[in-house]
């Protein structure tokens, strides 16, 4: 009697139901710590700009009321992607859309706008800080966030 080599059809659909479980437990995971991961590049994105404002005021007595007095880019909104570089201009890596309100009551106020493929991080969708260092986020329904957004 010969004997049978490879799969059978039992096996190979087990294999696949068990790769497909884990899956579905593990993908959202991940993208979750992928998403809070993003979320970084934004909160030290503004951090570096509130010290700069900070600089700003020291040295000149008022504060940037653009990103060209800033950063020297004169451009608004800038964009924010993995590279943790500002630009003028959105690219297909872009994660997060950054603005300046110079006048929001409390002086200025720097905001991170989820755009491209952290759109789905919908828990903290906005993420800003102001000119005393309050940090606010807001979930893409608009309401406000929690402080996990910042951590």
């Keep these: 009697m010969r004997q049978q080599r490879g799969f059978t059809l039992i096996e190979l ?8 479980l884990v899956a579905v437990i593990a993908l959202p995971g991940y993208q979750r710590y992928v998403n809070r991961t993003h979320r970084t590049i934004a909160t030290s994105t503004l951090l570096a700009l509130s010290n700069l404002q900070a600089q ?7 504060d940037a009321g653009d990103f060209e007095t800033l950063v020297g880019l004169d451009a608004a909104p800038l964009f924010v992607g993995r590279d943790r570089q500002l630009q003028a201009a959105a690219t297909a890596d ?14 200025w106020r720097l905001i991170a706008t989820a ?12 993420i800003s800080i102001d000119r005393v260092a309050q940090q606010r986020a807001q979930n893409a329904d608009g309401q406000a966030a929690s402080e996990e957004c910042w951590r």
Aim: proline share 5%.
């Design 13 to 20: 659909v087990i294999t696949v139901a068990v790769v497909a």
């Design 56 to 62: 700003q005021r020291l040295t000149r007595g008022q």
């Design 94 to 107: 872009s994660l997060y859309q950054i603005s300046l309100d110079p006048d929001d009551g409390s002086g």
């Design 115 to 126: 755009v491209g493929r952290q759109l789905n991080d919908l828990p903290c969708r906005v």
